[in-house]
């Protein structure tokens, strides 16, 4: 899809509680997307596990999609524009937009927010050498940031997963299955086949943090329109 995500709204929320873990977290059990109680589809969030260059793999699903890159961009904008703003729905193509989705890069903001808010960006992995590093940033977004109990919030339970370092190269968020996964390969309908993926999108999660001035934006497709 590409152009922007399209996130339903928090609906009938759930705890996050769902996904199934068995003989550990890289034995997984995926639950259905069908939510039991709620009229229609309800959209999700994928942990994914990737192999740079190669390959990647779903590993745990989060049902209830608003509870991870929205609650964040949310968060973001209620407290760096004030809580009647929603920046997070201005596209990237707008001065607005492009000033929110820039913050990732802003020196005033704590890195460990800016950590969890490019995360949520398209081909942000975080390698198997810095889930601690991460899973300690996220857990200070969290406490820095206090997003509400009422609210449904994926990311305590993903917290848990990078603290448990599993065995895989590196880790990213598929944000929400109501678009199609960043990391499929596209289809060329001339030739009528799937193409190869570019690996050269992936991207490091800290070594862009590191590397990056306050200059230069970072393509993105996260914009929802």
Known sequence: MGSGYCIDGPGERDTGTQGVV????????????????????????ILQAIWPGEKHENVREFRNSWGTAPIVWDTFCKK?????????????????????WDLWKDPKIPISHRAVFLWTFDHFYVKKADYRRFGADLRKFLDDTLISANDVNH??????VFEMEPDYPALALWCTTVNGDQWDRPYDE??????????????????????????????????AQ
């Open 22 to 45: 068995a003989g550990g977290i890289s034995s997984v059990v995926l639950v259905p997307t069908w939510d039991v109680g709620t009229e229609g589809l309800v959209s999700s969030s």
């Open 80 to 100: 760096y524009f004030g809580p009647d703003e929603h920046w997070w729905l201005m596209n990237l193509s707008t001065p607005a937009g492009q000033q929110f």
């Open 155 to 160: 990311w305590p339970l993903i917290a848990q």
């Open 190 to 223: 001339e030739k009528d086949e799937y193409g190869p993926f570019d690996w050269n999108k992936a991207t490091d999660l800290y070594e862009q943090l590191e590397a990056e001035g306050t200059e230069n934006s970072v393509p993105h497709e996260t914009t």
